[in-house]
């Protein structure tokens, strides 16, 4: 069984009259204590933004591989290269949204969950602190 729920969507979306479907809130920005529940709520999160990349980024990806949580995603480049593995593909289209949803199964789930985990691992601050200090020092030493 899959429910829907959209926590930030535009005041001028088109959603369908479907009961699987509910709308917490048109966009709004949320309590950090409401935004921290709705992640806890969620198995998956859905990131179905424009492959065109309308926003610079979005922490959200980073809360969820900080969770360890697997995400539905579109095809926006920022999301494939950030979520890698923890990602599963589903376009940005209500028609190719839907067919992933219909095609979605335990197993892809569990594997983007551990891939989440994984890349959690990757991006731990001492890791990142470390390669940064290196292009740092690199970039210096070219100067």
Known sequence: DIQVACWSIGADADVPDDLRIVIADRYDLADPSVYAMRLAACDVLAMPF????????????FDAIGLGMPVLRSDWGFLVEVLGDA??????TASAIAASLDALDIDTVAAAGRAAVMRRDELTWDTIAARTLTLFEEVLAGC
């Open 87 to 92: 990602g599963i593909p589903m376009g940005h």
């Open 50 to 61: 424009d492959p065109d990349g309308d926003m610079l980024a979005t922490g959200t990806a």
